[in-house]
């Protein structure tokens, strides 16, 4: 791929939202004969290269399915070993990424993490809360049906009237509401599902699956799909005459 987003000046046709569904990391370690929890490790190199390109290139929100409401299934090893990951990750890059202007939250039903887990996100939460370069949300223990019942419980019990419920109002109850639509949904590992990710959220998103596992994902792998992207011609219902054609 020739061209590179991050040179575009000013930059074209960037999603605003970015959400990543980071699959492979099992196959990538039992390709090298390596326990499953290898995979996730290396999977946390992936993940610091898409947020520093993220930031790089001006995307404002990004969002990383770390973890699926079904993940509690697999082995107890694995979901322990994952839980660790995610402790040490939140400790160890919190601030660095404060210091380049991220802001971090979780999406998704936290309390069912360990207190010591919740708590080093609320900290995580609070020390990035002024970060205005990148949204970075973490979707931990998230489902696109649980954030859609979620949202409906919340509305309810505030007794907001029927009439007064929109697509508009709904969409506030959601988790990270402000991150908005997504407008690009990457999947690395070679399915090409959405797996509950993001289900209101992704109404019109762009989706963009490659084979590449992800410990293998870098920044060309990001900038190939932010430029596959830019060519994509988004039409939200309209005809092809209707609307602009892309760059
Ligand atoms: C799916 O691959 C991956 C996960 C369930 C975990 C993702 C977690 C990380 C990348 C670790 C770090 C994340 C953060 C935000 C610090 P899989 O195990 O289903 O792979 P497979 O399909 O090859 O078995």
């Known amino acids: 791929m020739s061209e590179d987003p991050t040179q575009l000046n ?8 970015v959400a990543i569904v980071m699959d492979g990391n099992g196959r990538w370690a039992k390709a090298r004969n390596m326990p499953r929890l290898a995979g996730h490790r290396k999977g946390v190199n992936a993940v610091r290269a898409v947020v520093e390109c993220a930031g ?3 995307i404002p929100n990004l969002s990383l ?3 699926s409401s079904e993940n ?3 082995p107890e090893a694995e979901v322990g070993g994952l839980m ?3 402790m040490t990750a939140l400790t160890k890059e919190v601030d660095e990424l404060q210091k380049v202007g991220v802001r971090l939250r979780m999406a998704g039903e936290t309390s069912r993490f360990s207190p ?3 708590r080093q996100m609320e900290i995580a939460e609070k020390q990035t809360a002024e970060g205005t370069r990148l949204n970075l949300n973490i979707c ?3 489902g696109g049906r649980w954030d859609i019942v979620n949202a409906c419980r919340q509305i309810v019990s505030q007794g907001i009237a029927p009439d007064k419920i929109d697509e508009k109002l709904f969409s506030q109850y959601l988790q990270v509401p402000d991150s908005g639509d997504v407008d690009l949904m990457i999947r690395s590992g070679g399915e090409s599902r959405i797996s509950n990710f993001f289900l209101w959220q992704d109404a019109y998103a762009e989706l963009y699956f490659t084979p590449v596992l992800w410990p293998d994902f870098g920044k060309k792998d990001f900038l190939e799909a932010l430029q596959w992207y830019a060519h994509r011609q988004r039409r939200f219902g309209k005809t092809g005459d209707q609307v602009q054609q892309p760059n």
């Not at 000013?10 to 939202?17: A, K, Y």
């Open 116 to 118: 010591d887990l919740r």
């Open 10 to 17: 000013p930059p074209i046709n960037l999603p605003r939202h």
């Open 56 to 58: 790089e290139t001006g």
């Open 65 to 67: 399915f770390a973890f």
């Open 84 to 86: 660790s990951l995610f």
């Open 140 to 142: 931990i223990n998230y």
């Open 72 to 74: 509690w299934n697999r």
